[in-house]
């Protein structure tokens, strides 16, 4: 599989910029974010290619809400490598793509995120 990098673009947040960018590994897809004046990742988020069926974060308002999430938590670094990990951030998401009326996708698309769990480790 080729993998490939989408150049970072800038989205501003609650008055702060950051930069964006999407990595495309063998078994996830990586969102990585950098705030504006800074060359270190402000945070890296992994979703598994199951989970980007629903979740599509070449949208702005995807990577919008994560970063506003991410910005709302106070943290300093996002410690945990993938979405599932994070069930108030998956909520929000699913409530971002899926309408009140499409509840039996919904939960078809939870039982299938379920079935393919997210990788342990690493991949160059």
């Given at each position: 599989?080729?993998?490939?990098?989408?150049?970072?673009?800038?989205?501003?947040?609650?008055?702060?910029?950051?930069?964006?960018?999407?990595?495309?590994?063998?078994?996830?897809?990586?969102?990585?974010?950098?705030?504006?004046?800074?060359?270190?990742?402000?945070?890296?988020?992994?979703?598994?290619?199951?989970?980007?069926?629903?979740?599509?974060?070449?949208?702005?308002?995807?990577?919008?809400?994560?970063?506003?999430?991410?910005?709302?938590?106070?943290?300093?670094?996002?410690?945990?490598?993938?979405?599932?990990?994070?069930?108030?951030?998956?909520?929000?998401?699913?409530?971002l793509f899926f309408?009140?009326?499409?509840?039996?996708?919904?939960?078809?698309?939870?039982?299938?995120?379920?079935?393919?769990?997210?990788?342990?480790?690493?991949?160059?």
């Amino acid at each position: 599989m080729r993998r490939w990098w989408k150049k970072p673009r800038k989205i501003v947040v609650g008055g702060k910029v950051f930069r964006w960018s999407l990595l495309d590994r063998p078994r996830y897809r990586e969102l990585r974010v950098w705030r504006e004046t800074e060359e270190r990742l402000a945070f890296c988020l992994r979703l598994t290619y199951p989970e980007c069926w629903a979740i599509d974060l070449f949208r702005p308002k995807a990577v919008a809400y994560v970063i506003g999430w991410y910005e709302g938590t106070g943290r300093e670094t996002l410690d945990v490598p993938s979405l599932q990990a994070e069930p108030a951030l998956l909520e929000g998401l699913l409530d971002l793509f899926f309408a009140p009326e499409e509840g039996e996708q919904r939960a078809r698309f939870l039982k299938h995120i379920q079935v393919f769990p997210p990788p342990f480790k690493r991949e160059w």
